[in-house]
């Protein structure tokens, strides 16, 4: 069964601690993404890869880290910089290029308090 | 960066009643995807156009590209209460990259 998939789907986390979000993908695609939903706000780009390796800073990118070691996989870390972590948190991957349709994976929704 | 504006943001229909939401953009785009989300879920592709003036029918929804290719519509025919949801456009610009709008919150009154 290919897909995307996130876990865990809720998570809570003490203010000041770091956490890691995990984002896996079987679709073999090359481009994955990190997004933020708030309420109102659409969906907000943290970073993306093309190729193992290698990544970009989104639109938000600030409190944040990746990796991209294996295809399959591009773990988000929420630094404790991060001023409002508070939110639901999607990965989503394409086949090759960054206009190519994306896919979602089901969220994180990640609770600081 | 380049941006498509949805607006407005939330917007409730009785079941029955058709829908139509837009899309809109100060500049030429290469094209246009829609995404729905439901409810506690997440975006799921809906479809693509590419070409000026372009129509597509998915059942009861209809997607237009227009003809300067600068917005685009959703129209969903007689709404049900599984049409609801967010709708998001995003566009494919200068920028090389897919630009999500900030959707449109459908509700539907049984």
């Not at chain 1, 639109?59 to 990796?67: H, K, R």
């Not at chain 2, 380049?2 to 407005?8: A, G, N, S």
């Not at chain 2, 939401?21 to 479809?47: A, D, E, M």
Request: net charge positive; glycine share 8%; hydrophobic share 30%.
């Amino acid at each position: 069964d290919g897909g995307i998939t996130q876990s865990p789907k809720y998570l809570f986390r003490k203010e000041g601690q770091n956490v890691t979000l995990s984002c896996e993908q079987n679709l073999n695609h090359d481009a994955m993404y990190w997004y933020r939903q708030d309420p109102g706000q659409g969906l907000r780009l943290i970073y993306y890869s093309q190729i193992v390796n290698d990544f970009q800073k989104g639109d938000i990118a600030e409190g944040y880290s990746v990796s991209r070691e294996k295809k399959e996989s591009f773990p988000l870390t929420v630094t404790s910089a991060q001023k409002n972590p508070t939110a639901f948190y999607l990965c989503a991957s394409s086949l090759r290029e960054l206009t190519d349709t994306q896919y979602f994976g089901p969220g994180t929704r990640l609770t600081v308090l | 960066g380049q941006q498509v504006m949805q607006i407005p943001q939330y917007q409730h229909v009785q079941e029955g009643e058709d829908f139509t939401t837009y899309c809109n953009s100060s500049t030429t785009l290469s094209n246009i995807q829609w995404y729905k989300q439901r409810p506690g879920g997440h975006p799921v592709f809906l479809i693509q156009l590419v070409k000026s003036g372009e129509v597509k029918k998915q059942k009861r929804l209809t997607f237009q590209f227009g003809e300067a290719k600068k917005n685009s519509s959703l129209h969903i025919t007689a709404t049900q209460t599984t049409d609801v949801g967010t709708y998001f456009c995003a566009e494919t610009g200068a920028n090389s990259k897919l630009t999500f709008g900030k959707g449109i919150t459908l509700s539907v009154r049984p």
